[in-house]
């Protein structure tokens, strides 16, 4: 457990600094705030849960053990799990394999959750995410949950049923991602009729973040309710209305990339800040080192806004693949229908444009192109990325690292 800001002072002269000591003594030097979150102080830096496979047990036990809050992404984690994946591999299609690879999934998700605790060294936070829009949702929720996961953290879809799912668990942060001052507001008086309030509230930029964006469609990226200088100040100003001001903290995420970029947001509003790709080519991300690559070298002119088989916006690097199914799209909607069979023997996604042949929706298997991306097959792999600048720009270093420079003011660097 971190101890509060100013406890530096207190510790025994005779031991050694801890790493997450020194990192809250930098917090304390930077003049950022500590975020307060699930009764600790933590580093007010998250990182953003990445699916599929991206964030497991090494990089959420990395971020935690250093005092900041680690996230496990819940999708598909049977894939870090070489006796997982033998197990359902060849099942054929059908409700057995379906049942046996979901059952794999949350086996997984227990082994992840032990191993990141164990690599936190009981300092920090952990989190999972989990996407509303997945068909293992509430299950992956509950799982998650009895074994003894700090926070849940959804997106891609309104978590109302969150409270309810883990009733049970009231020890538990839960984290709702949004992106407008609307979705806020609409969570919160939902919640406050289950006697619930969020634990944080995520505030996640269409225009800036990677993966799968709250927006409607991909022209409204650049809409201005999504930005931070609208939405924080907007739901800050609803929570103070209905009398609930400084009990629902929000973490901004996208674009974030400085010491500096978290002072201006904090200066907004936000308690602390999420980052996702920054996190994504650390030495200690799960994924293989030819995924790091090609987000760490891909420029902003790289990156590519299409519809995903989610229905929702997606950002990624325009590789090979991506490129060459956005130039097939167009013929591909012209003959949409719903699949007899999915090409997968699970339902990885609830509602999926390519399985029920829904007419703007993506009409590819993410959950294959995720996976070739985790192993870095940069011809098949789909790679999700923000649009921010990597603090390290192409170098892959380690979270520490990561962490020291976010902490660190610029002239401190330059000098």
């Not at 496979?53 to 250093?66: E, F, P, Q, W």
């Not at 926070?151 to 949004?178: F, M, N, R, S, T």
């Not at 029920?356 to 940069?378: E, H, K, S």
């Amino acid at each position: 457990m971190l101890m509060p800001l100013g406890a530096a002072a207190a510790r025994d002269a005779t031991a050694p600094e801890a790493p997450a000591d020194r990192l809250m003594d930098l917090l304390a030097a930077s003049g950022l705030k500590p975020l307060r979150l699930a009764g600790r102080h933590l580093l007010p830096i998250v990182q953003g849960g990445m699916g599929v496979g991206v964030s497991a047990h090494r990089l959420a036990g990395a971020v935690a053990a250093d005092g900041g809050v680690g996230t496990l992404s819940s999708v598909d984690l049977r894939r870090h799990h070489p006796d997982l994946m033998a197990r359902t591999t060849g099942l054929g299609m059908g409700e057995e394999a379906k049942r046996a690879i979901d059952a794999a999934n949350l086996e997984a998700i227990d082994r992840e959750i032990a191993a990141a605790r164990a690599a936190s060294g009981g300092h920090g936070l952990l989190a999972i995410n989990v996407m509303r829009a997945v068909s293992a949702y509430a299950a992956s929720v509950r799982r998650a949950l009895e074994a003894g996961i700090d926070a849940v953290v959804v997106g891609a879809g309104l978590p109302l049923d969150l409270p309810e799912l883990a009733q049970d668990h009231p020890k538990a942060a839960l984290i709702p991602i949004l992106s407008d001052a609307r979705g806020v507001q609409l969570i919160i008086r939902k919640w406050e009729r289950k006697k619930r309030l969020p634990d944080a509230i995520v505030i996640e930029h269409p225009r800036l973040a990677g993966g799968h964006l709250g927006a409607a469609r991909v022209a409204d990226l650049g809409d201005p309710r999504f930005d931070f200088e609208n939405v924080i100040p907007q739901s800050l100003a609803f929570m103070r209305s209905a009398g609930i001001e400084g009990q629902v903290p929000l973490i901004a995420a996208g674009g974030i990339g400085s010491c500096e970029d978290i002072a201006r947001l904090q200066g907004l509003g936000a308690a602390g800040v999420q980052m996702g790709t920054a996190f994504a080519v650390t030495a200690e991300c799960d994924a293989h080192p030819e995924f790091k690559r090609v987000l760490a070298q891909a420029q902003a002119a790289d990156l590519v806004e299409f519809t995903s088989v989610a229905g929702l916006p997606a950002r990624a690097v325009g590789t090979p693949w991506l490129r060459s199914y956005l130039r097939a799209e167009a013929k591909l909607q012209a003959v949409v229908h719903a699949k007899q069979r999915c090409t997968k023997a699970f339902d990885c996604l609830a509602q999926c444009g390519l399985r029920d042949g829904l007419a703007g929706w993506g009409q590819f298997c993410i959950d294959n192109q995720l996976a070739a991306a985790l192993r870095g097959d940069v011809k098949k792999g789909l790679f999700f990325r923000g649009a921010g600048v990597l603090p390290f720009g192409e170098q892959i270093r380690s979270v520490r690292e990561l962490l020291e420079r976010l902490l660190t003011p610029a002239p401190q660097l330059a000098a």
